[in-house]
T-cell receptor
Framework: DVKVTQSSRYLVKRTGEKVFLECVQDMDHENMFWYRQDPGLGLRLIYFSYDVKMKEKGDIPEGYSVSREKKERFSLILESASTNQTSMYLC????????????FGSGTQLSVL | GESVGLHLPTLSVQEGDNSIINCAYSNSASDYFIWYKQESGKGPQFIIDIRSNMDKRQGQRVTVLLNKTVKHLSLQIAATQPGDSAVYFCAENIIGSGGSNYKLTFGKGTLLTVNP
């Protein structure tokens, strides 16, 4: 089975801190994604990557950056955390060009105080 | 159906009943559809998918129906169990829209509650 692992289940950070969310997948998937999930707003795509060192903006990239130095790892970076970035962050991966089903990690609940 | 405002649509059923969760999708060019289940505190899990050249697909206790004419998707769960309680999301995609053309779009979800 595909496994997508997010390094932290819960994180509490202070406003202005730099925050790293890490995600690793073990199925050699080309594509990796970061979503945030908020009540009433569903899943919103922040950034995605379809190859090592490649990145594309999703629907809500402002305030975030990403890094994909290795195929299996995709990092989400909050350069200066703000309270409106308190959310559930979900990492996902999928294979190849078909972009069929995504496999999700368990999520990181980030609270910015 | 899809959510409006801050509240998820909810469906409450009795254990053993059949459940039907509906989804209206937006893009007439979408040719691949997926249902996900998200339990409290967990990431979404794939349940079943269907391509646009089909109008019905069955899995274990689940059936997905696709009506392209009205852009409607439904998930039917037979003999609903307490473990089925979760938020259910539909998602639409265009097959082959890979790379920088990635286009998976999620609905906002429906909360299913199963009463014992």
């Amino acid at each position: 089975d595909v496994k997508v692992t997010q390094s932290s289940r819960y994180l509490v950070k202070r406003t202005g801190e730099k925050v790293f969310l890490e995600c690793v997948q073990d199925m050699d998937h080309e594509n990796m994604f970061w979503y945030r999930q908020d009540p009433g707003l569903g899943l919103r795509l922040i950034y995605f990557s379809y190859d090592v060192k490649m990145k594309e903006k999703g629907d809500i990239p402002e305030g975030y950056s990403v890094s994909r130095e290795k195929k299996e790892r995709f990092s989400l970076i909050l350069e200066s955390a703000s309270t409106n970035q308190t959310s559930m962050y979900l990492c996902a991966s999928s294979s190849g060009q078909s972009n069929e089903k995504l496999f999700f990690g368990s999520g990181t609940q980030l609270s910015v105080l | 159906g899809e959510s409006v405002g801050l509240h998820l649509p909810t469906l409450s059923v009795q254990e053993g009943d059949n459940s039907i969760i509906n989804c209206a999708y937006s893009n007439s060019a979408s040719d691949y559809f997926i249902w996900y289940k998200q339990e409290s505190g967990k990431g979404p899990q794939f349940i079943i998918d269907i391509r646009s050249n089909m109008d019905k697909r069955q899995g274990q206790r689940v059936t997905v129906l696709l009506n392209k004419t009205v852009k409607h998707l439904s998930l039917q769960i037979a003999a609903t169990q307490p473990g089925d309680s979760a938020v259910y999301f539909c998602a639409e995609n265009i097959i082959g829209s890979g790379g920088s053309n990635y286009k998976l779009t999620f609905g906002k979800g429906t909360l299913l509650t199963v009463n014992p």
